[in-house]
DNA sequence: ATTAAACTACGATGACAATCGTTGACAAAC
DNA sequence: GTTTGTCAACGATTGTCATCGTAGTTTAAT
């Protein structure tokens, strides 16, 4: 199993979900609001290579990196995590809170709406 | 704001929430099957008191321990910060995901979908 | 009062996360 | 072909997390 990723890979890994391969001068200048320096990427990257988050191209003169985790499969690690810590398990709790928490948009409630009831079928 | 607690930080809140307050040692005792000593439950305690996660009561003999921090707020904290670092901020792509994730019950589905009704009223 | 037990405080450690500076290799331009 | 700039590798640093051992303090029992 991937290991979850913290939060500065997810700020990575984010950007490599939009769009890959990125070398790492890419990922830095997308990055640059951050004001991060770019060895900071860099060994960002290369920490994430070790854990298997990420895989290098060498081919090129600069090397490309690209994600080796799904974002799906970081969304479903981090929600289990969560439900697991902070909401004893309980779906139901889960959704409560994120539809309580900030209002919804009413597209957003729709969208919701019809994912249940397909559910629902199954 | 408070600080996101982290993982073994939520363990000793969840035992805080369920029935406060709690000295280190009931806490301990209730954490044994982590096997994990005493003075580290101390210690987390008063880092977590540095953080403002909890309050003292030095009055007895045994120091009692009270969350700052309420079950509510720690679960909306978490969820804005996935929501933010891999959702997106997309409230919807993540009941996809906490819905196909793993099956949920009958009644988890029931009490979601009662929720929805209640949501749109407003 | 003296001691034994229980409790807290403090410091230390090892692991990991996040950041950066320096060095050495390579390639492009002159 | 020598210089200049770009890039990756590596090591070092700082901070946080999680853990524990020792020392000192307070209560209670003798």
Redesign the interface.
């Known amino acids: 199993m991937k290991p979850k990723p913290t ?1 500065a890979e ?2 990575i890994l ?1 950007i490599l979900w939009q769009d890959e391969p990125k070398t790492v001068r890419e990922v830095h200048d997308l990055l640059k609001a951050k004001a991060v320096g770019y060895t900071t990427i860099l060994k960002q990257l290369q920490v994430m290579k070790e854990k298997g988050l990420v895989k290098r191209d060498e081919s090129k003169r600069s090397h490309s990196y690209y994600s080796l985790i799904s ?2 499969q ?3 690690t ?3 995590h ?1 439900l697991d ?4 398990g ?10 309580s ?2 209002p ?1 948009s009413k597209e ?2 729709a ?3 019809a ?2 009831e397909n ?2 079928l199954g």
């Open positions: 939060d997810l700020e984010n974002q799906e970081a969304q479903i981090m929600l289990d969560i810590k902070v909401f004893n309980s779906k139901s709790a889960l959704f409560m809170r994120a539809l928490a900030k919804s957003e409630l969208e919701i709406k994912l249940l559910m629902e």
